[in-house]
């Protein structure tokens, strides 16, 4: 079966999950008047608000009313995503928040693909549409926009472009604290590329960003710790808790984290597919160190999110789907829609 190019596959996807969402909320599947803790500021009005829920809400406040002035909740955020809402705030939030999701997200498509092995680039489109929890693309979260920045600054890197990788870079790493892993493979790859001078200083530019996130939280919250220290509030932090979480599902019915533990099992063999495929340098090492650190806060939670940014992941779906199209694209369908439909209580 011949893939689709690359634009159409994303275009499919995103009409796919806009339509999925809409014809939700509009048969009662999402409801629309519901309050949830985890969801401050977010309005639950509209055919598409799942699309800007959760955590959605954090960064809008932040765009609006600026950190607090104390370690909080808000502290767990980059600020990238907040900034550039705030740029574009006459147009509103939900609408700046779409103006800058939709095009990151077909960037990210098209990175992915233009690093896949020769050959799968088109495939490695479709295993990204069709992997559990790819919808979080869709969503006005700074996901995309981190994926697009690293994927481009390895393009850009693979062919010795340092300067231009380098900025990507940095802006991945100030998006998303998992950004900084982007230092992985850039560096890699324009080491290869032109030399150990070339490789660190693209590698760099993630490191970079990173420190002026942190800088960032700590002039607005007065602590230096600022990032860490708000973990505490999303019960994040302890690797010990993973195993504690799974464990407590028998008297909470937390039925998420049962899921999301299966979503962490298929990325670590997906990662683990990577390694055995000769990809460990630097597709391997970068995958493991984004698994590593999702799973090391001590949460399940978000992880299918988070392993999205584990680009390569996807290189090895595609070629675990070879010969299996038709029940991939189905179990994908499936999964998404599952996903989207419990999107007003399970946070990505």
Same mark, same amino acid.
């Given at each position: 079966?011949?893939?689709?190019?690359?634009?159409?596959?994303?275009?499919?996807?995103?009409?796919?999950?806009?339509?999925?969402?809409?014809?939700?909320?509009a048969?009662?599947?999402?409801?629309?008047?519901?309050?949830?803790?985890?969801m401050?500021?977010?309005?639950?009005?509209?055919?598409?608000?799942?699309?800007?829920?959760?955590?959605?809400?954090?960064?809008?406040?932040?765009?609006?009313?600026?950190?607090?002035?104390?370690?909080?909740r808000?502290?767990?955020?980059?600020?990238?995503?907040?900034?550039?809402?705030?740029?574009?705030?006459?147009?509103?939030?939900?609408?700046a928040?779409?103006?800058?999701?939709?095009?990151?997200?077909?960037?990210?498509?098209?990175?992915?693909?233009?690093?896949?092995?020769?050959?799968?680039?088109?495939?490695?489109?479709?295993?990204?549409?069709?992997?559990p929890?790819?919808?979080?693309?869709?969503?006005?979260?700074?996901?995309?926009?981190?994926?697009?920045?690293?994927?481009?600054?390895?393009?850009?890197?693979?062919?010795?472009?340092?300067?231009?990788?380098?900025?990507?870079?940095?802006?991945?790493g100030?998006?998303?604290?998992?950004?900084? @892993?982007? =230092?992985? *493979?850039?560096?890699?790859? %324009?080491? #290869? +590329?032109?030399?150990?001078?070339?490789?660190?200083a693209? /590698? $760099?530019?993630?490191?970079?960003?990173?420190?002026?996130a942190?800088g960032?939280?700590?002039?607005?919250?007065?602590?230096?710790?600022?990032?860490?220290?708000a973990?505490?509030?999303?019960?994040?932090?302890?690797?010990?808790?993973?195993i504690?979480?799974?464990?407590?599902?028998?008297?909470?019915?937390?039925?998420?984290?049962?899921?999301?533990?299966?979503?962490?099992?298929?990325?670590?063999?997906?990662?683990?597919?990577?390694?055995?495929?000769?990809?460990?340098?630097?597709?391997?090492?970068?995958?493991?160190a984004?698994?590593?650190?999702?799973?090391?806060?001590?949460?399940?939670?978000?992880?299918?999110?988070?392993? @999205?940014? =584990?680009f *390569?992941?996807?290189w090895? %779906?595609? #070629? +675990?789907?070879?010969?299996?199209?038709?029940?991939?694209i /189905? $179990?994908?369908?499936?999964?998404?829609a599952a996903?989207?439909?419990?999107?007003?209580?399970?946070?990505?």
């Amino acid at each position: 079966m011949r893939a689709p190019p690359v634009a159409l596959t994303w275009a499919v996807w995103l009409g796919a999950v806009v339509a999925v969402t809409a014809l939700f909320v509009a048969v009662g599947i999402t409801p629309t008047q519901a309050t949830h803790e985890g969801m401050a500021g977010v309005a639950w009005q509209g055919p598409l608000w799942p699309l800007r829920s959760w955590d959605f809400g954090w960064y809008a406040r932040i765009a609006e009313h600026g950190y607090p002035s104390q370690v909080a909740r808000e502290h767990a955020f980059y600020p990238l995503w907040p900034a550039l809402l705030a740029l574009l705030s006459p147009l509103g939030a939900s609408a700046a928040g779409a103006l800058l999701a939709v095009p990151a997200s077909l960037a990210a498509f098209a990175g992915v693909a233009r690093l896949a092995p020769r050959g799968e680039e088109r495939r490695a489109a479709v295993a990204l549409a069709l992997l559990p929890f790819s919808f979080a693309l869709a969503l006005l979260y700074p996901d995309g926009l981190t994926l697009a920045c690293a994927a481009w600054a390895c393009v850009l890197a693979r062919g010795g472009r340092v300067a231009p990788a380098f900025a990507l870079g940095l802006l991945a790493g100030f998006a998303r604290p998992d950004g900084v @892993l982007a =230092a992985i *493979p850039a560096g890699w790859l %324009a080491w #290869r +590329a032109r030399g150990p001078v070339a490789g660190l200083a693209t /590698a $760099a530019g993630p490191v970079v960003g990173a420190v002026a996130a942190q800088g960032v939280l700590w002039q607005t919250s007065g602590d230096p710790l600022a990032f860490t220290h708000a973990q505490d509030f999303w019960a994040r932090g302890k690797p010990y808790d993973l195993i504690s979480s799974l464990v407590d599902v028998v008297e909470t019915g937390h039925v998420q984290t049962l899921v999301e533990a299966a979503v962490a099992g298929l990325a670590i063999w997906l990662c683990i597919r990577l390694w055995r495929a000769g990809l460990a340098a630097p597709w391997g090492w970068f995958a493991a160190a984004v698994l590593a650190v999702s799973l090391g806060s001590g949460s399940f939670q978000s992880i299918g999110r988070h392993a @999205l940014f =584990a680009f *390569p992941l996807v290189w090895m %779906a595609a #070629r +675990a789907c070879a010969g299996r199209e038709r029940i991939a694209i /189905a $179990a994908g369908v499936a999964c998404t829609a599952a996903l989207l439909a419990a999107l007003s209580v399970f946070a990505p």
